[in-house]
């Protein structure tokens, strides 16, 4: 079946440096994928998201890459804040009627001062 | 503020009991989508509805029913609640193509 993982758990980094995580989906059919964070206590929010016809996106100090050879996606972001503290979600989905976005368990990202 | 309103927040209730969950989505969006996100099971898609339409399901249990209303809005009905039933309810909405915007989340807790 279908299933979106992430490869860690855990990514702690020191404030300032870049983060990347990383995440494998196993559906070839999927077109669209997307990079959530969620905060506690509150719902998942949107990052940024990549059409399966790009390789790489870029949004405010952040970068999907999406590599469709191995069916991976990774979520770069740039000069890691204290606030970028959060548990990220890459999600997958086939565009249609009936869509649905599938999630991956989640990585903590922990940012050391 | 996501635009998409859940209430209530928290939640607590017995075993064996029935419980409403509801959502207002985003204005303008016709898909409402119900999600489970417990501590080891991640995000979990339980059904979508479109235009009042139920459209896709996913794991959702028997004792768990929903519906969208003709204003938008949607509620899920958990029934014979167990202590497994314990978790937090999202609610998103979305447009045609796009991403969804998620609610603040119900924290239902079965006691």
């Known amino acids: 079946g279908e299933s979106v993982g992430l490869h860690l758990p855990t990514l702690s980094v020191?404030?300032?440096d870049n983060s990347i995580i990383n995440c494998a989906y196993s559906n070839?059919?999927?077109d669209y994928f997307i990079w959530y964070k969620q905060e506690s206590g509150k719902g998942p929010q949107f990052i940024i998201d990549i059409r399966s016809n790009m390789d790489k996106r870029q949004g405010q100090r952040v970068t999907v890459l999406l590599n469709k050879t191995v069916k991976h996606l990774s979520l770069q972001i740039a000069a890691t804040q204290p606030g970028?503290?959060?548990v990220y979600f890459c999600a997958e989905m086939r565009t249609g009627a009936n869509s649905k976005l599938t999630f991956g368990k989640g990585i903590t990202l922990?940012?050391?001062p | 503020d996501s635009g998409v309103t859940q209430t209530?927040?928290?939640l607590i209730t017995a075993t064996g009991q029935r419980v409403t969950l509801r959502c207002s989505p985003r204005s303008g969006d016709?898909?409402?989508y119900w999600y489970q996100q417990s501590l080891d099971q991640?995000?979990?898609?339980l059904i979508q509805y479109y235009n009042g339409e139920e459209r896709a399901k996913g794991n959702i249990l028997e004792r768990f029913s929903a519906q969208q209303f003709p204003d938008l809005h949607s509620e899920l009905n958990l029934s014979s609640l167990e202590l497994g039933d314990s978790a937090l309810y999202f609610c998103a909405s979305s447009?045609?193509?796009?991403?969804?915007?998620f609610g603040s989340g119900t924290r239902l807790t079965v006691v």
Do not use: C, M, N, W
């Open chain 1, 14 to 16: 020191q404030e300032g």
């Open chain 1, 28 to 30: 070839s059919a999927s």
């Open chain 1, 84 to 86: 970028d503290s959060a």
């Open chain 1, 110 to 112: 922990s940012v050391r």
């Open chain 2, 8 to 10: 209530p927040k928290h």
């Open chain 2, 30 to 32: 016709l898909s409402v």
């Open chain 2, 42 to 45: 991640g995000l979990q898609f």
């Open chain 2, 95 to 101: 447009r045609i193509r796009g991403g969804y915007t």
